[in-house]
């Protein structure tokens, strides 16, 4: 293990999402100390990235999640102090962080994706129902773990939830509502791992479905026939090109109920706790939680999947 120098796990920040980066960087930091890997847990919001260099750190594992741990900013910070850190890069991070950015990339491509339009506080919220439909997703463009998301049933709740969901990012998304089931596939180097089904006891697949409820069901193998899974695998491989996306990552993706598949999102830094997919699909392909996380880390020597 010596070949991994002195490791910062970053963990924690200042976005909404620190519980769960906390959370995922426990697990993670526990991983590696019992590989033998000479890591240490380090949060930016209790100390400047400088000290990554006076502390004499040789490579960072990166699971901060949300707008600076995701979104390219500790990224560049990174390349500027010449850590190598794992997941995406600069480019691929500031654009799968934005939603809006990352489905325009999608469009240009014709991959597959929910009808969307771009809200504001004056829109026409009829002519918004009128094309996408009922119900209709609102949510903020640069946010993660489904937080200000909210699933809309009227055209009289569509004012309210933007209002909600202007209080995350001043981009704010309405997405047509696509219902044949919700999946993600990971993406490890240049493999995708086994797809996942979810299926949440909630409304829909929400902040505490994600990490704190018992009730989400996953299934891993997710029932898919095996072609319609290999032409996902195809569509996930394009769209994480598409952003730039190296080492590890996530797209999620929607089937409607004629099983014709939309891609949703993409997630440049996936969870780790005990509730999150990525794991999950690693097990299903034969690795252990320990063995996805020197996986991951290799990738900072320059050893892809």
Same mark, same amino acid.
């Given at each position: 293990? #010596?070949?991994?120098?002195?490791?910062?796990?970053?963990?924690?920040?200042?976005?909404?999402?620190?519980?769960?980066?906390?959370?995922?960087?426990?697990?993670?930091?526990?991983?590696?100390?019992?590989?033998?890997?000479?890591?240490?847990?380090?949060?930016? &919001?209790? #100390?400047?990235?400088?000290?990554?260099?006076?502390?004499?750190?040789?490579?960072?594992?990166?699971?901060?999640? @949300?707008?600076?741990?995701?979104?390219?900013?500790?990224? @560049?910070?990174?390349?500027?102090?010449?850590?190598?850190?794992?997941? %995406?890069?600069?480019?691929?991070?500031?654009?799968?962080?934005?939603?809006?950015?990352?489905?325009?990339?999608?469009? &240009?491509?014709?991959?597959?994706?929910?009808?969307?339009?771009?809200?504001?506080?004056?829109?026409?919220?009829?002519?918004?129902?009128?094309?996408?439909?009922?119900? $209709?997703?609102?949510?903020?463009? %640069?946010?993660?773990?489904?937080? @200000?998301?909210?699933?809309? #049933?009227?055209?009289?709740?569509?004012?309210?939830?933007?209002?909600?969901?202007?209080?995350?990012?001043?981009?704010?998304?309405?997405?047509?509502?696509?219902?044949?089931?919700?999946?993600?596939?990971?993406?490890?180097?240049?493999?995708?791992?086994?797809?996942?089904?979810?299926?949440?006891?909630?409304?829909?697949?929400?902040?505490?479905? #994600?990490?704190?409820?018992?009730?989400?069901?996953?299934? %891993?193998?997710?029932?898919?026939?095996?072609?319609?899974?290999?032409?996902?695998?195809?569509?996930?491989?394009?769209?994480?090109? &598409? $952003?730039?996306?190296?080492?590890?990552?996530?797209?999620? /993706?929607?089937?409607?109920?004629?099983?014709?598949?939309?891609?949703?999102?993409?997630?440049?830094?996936?969870?780790?706790?005990?509730?999150?997919? /990525?794991?999950?699909? &690693?097990?299903?392909?034969?690795?252990?939680?320990?063995?996805?996380?020197?996986?991951?880390?290799?990738?900072?020597? @320059?050893?892809?999947?």
């Amino acid at each position: 293990m #010596k070949k991994y120098g002195k490791v910062a796990v970053l963990m924690g920040g200042s976005s909404s999402e620190r519980e769960i980066s906390l959370m995922s960087g426990a697990g993670v930091l526990a991983a590696l100390l019992a590989q033998g890997v000479d890591a240490h847990k380090f949060d930016p &919001a209790e #100390k400047p990235l400088s000290a990554l260099k006076t502390e004499g750190f040789d490579r960072a594992f990166l699971i901060l999640h @949300g707008p600076f741990g995701e979104d390219g900013t500790v990224q @560049g910070a990174l390349e500027v102090l010449g850590i190598p850190y794992t997941g %995406c890069g600069v480019m691929a991070s500031a654009i799968g962080m934005d939603k809006l950015r990352t489905k325009l990339v999608w469009k &240009a491509l014709d991959l597959p994706i929910p009808d969307f339009v771009l809200l504001h506080a004056d829109s026409d919220w009829n002519a918004v129902a009128e094309r996408l439909g009922l119900p $209709i997703f609102v949510k903020p463009a %640069c946010e993660g773990s489904s937080v @200000g998301v909210i699933k809309v #049933k009227s055209v009289e709740e569509l004012a309210t939830a933007y209002a909600e969901a202007s209080k995350f990012d001043d981009v704010v998304l309405a997405e047509q509502f696509i219902g044949g089931g919700e999946y993600t596939a990971a993406v490890l180097g240049d493999q995708v791992l086994p797809a996942i089904k979810i299926e949440p006891a909630t409304e829909f697949y929400d902040y505490d479905a #994600k990490y704190f409820r018992d009730d989400t069901v996953y299934r %891993c193998p997710c029932g898919l026939p095996a072609d319609v899974e290999a032409q996902i695998a195809h569509y996930v491989k394009r769209a994480f090109w &598409a $952003i730039g996306g190296t080492s590890w990552g996530r797209v999620d /993706f929607l089937m409607d109920e004629a099983g014709k598949p939309y891609l949703l999102e993409v997630n440049t830094a996936p969870g780790m706790t005990s509730h999150s997919l /990525f794991p999950m699909a &690693a097990r299903q392909a034969g690795m252990s939680y320990e063995d996805l996380v020197l996986r991951i880390l290799d990738t900072t020597l @320059g050893v892809e999947g």
